[in-house]
DNA sequence: GCCAACGTTGGC
DNA sequence: GCCAACGTTGGC
């Protein structure tokens, strides 16, 4: 089991949109970066991710978890782009803002502070579990 | 709204 | 295969 972050601005996409989808989710298109799209193909079905908010709110969110693997970008007609599905699992009780996790120093080494720009991001278990802590988050059982 | 950082593109 | 130009992202 791995664990991801997805970045999205939410005038563009936002958490409640993404929650509206339910069960069946969402593709999680329109990345058009390689790192990103390398990711993506990593993942397992069941793995489970942080929906972050960029811009305006800069802050973890939300709970995903990949439901379909990589396919291709119904978005794109070019055959490099390959993404996920991904559904709403549970909110984060208290969002967890950059400020937050820029300040705390076991936090230092993720990637959303070190490569802010991209959109998609492993975190390892450690980051996980202290980002669900801060974020006062019991992960339900499945 | 600005600007720095970075990734991608295309010409050579 | 390199590198300059350009576009985009995201924090401030």
Redesign the pocket.
């Known amino acids: 089991m791995a664990y991801w972050l997805f ?3 939410p005038s563009t996409w936002s958490w409640d949109q993404q929650k509206a989808k339910g069960d069946a989710g969402e593709e999680w298109d ?1 990345v ?6 390398n990711f993506m193909r990593q993942m397992a079905l069941g793995d489970l991710g942080f929906f ?1 908010h ?3 709110e ?1 802050a973890v969110v939300g709970i995903v978890e990949v439901c379909a693997l990589a396919h291709p970008d119904s978005t794109s007609d070019d055959d490099r782009w390959d993404c996920v599905d991904i559904k709403a699992v549970q909110d984060v009780a208290t969002h967890v803002t ?2 937050q996790i ?1 300040a705390d120093p076991r936090l230092e080494d993720m990637v ?1 502070v ?6 998609v991001q492993p975190v390892t278990k450690d980051e996980w579990t202290i980002v669900l802590a801060l974020g006062n988050t019991r992960l339900l059982a499945p």
């Open positions: 970045k999205s601005e329109g058009r970066n390689y790192q990103a799209r972050y960029s811009q305006s800069k950059l400020d820029k959303l070190k490569n802010s720009r991209l959109s």
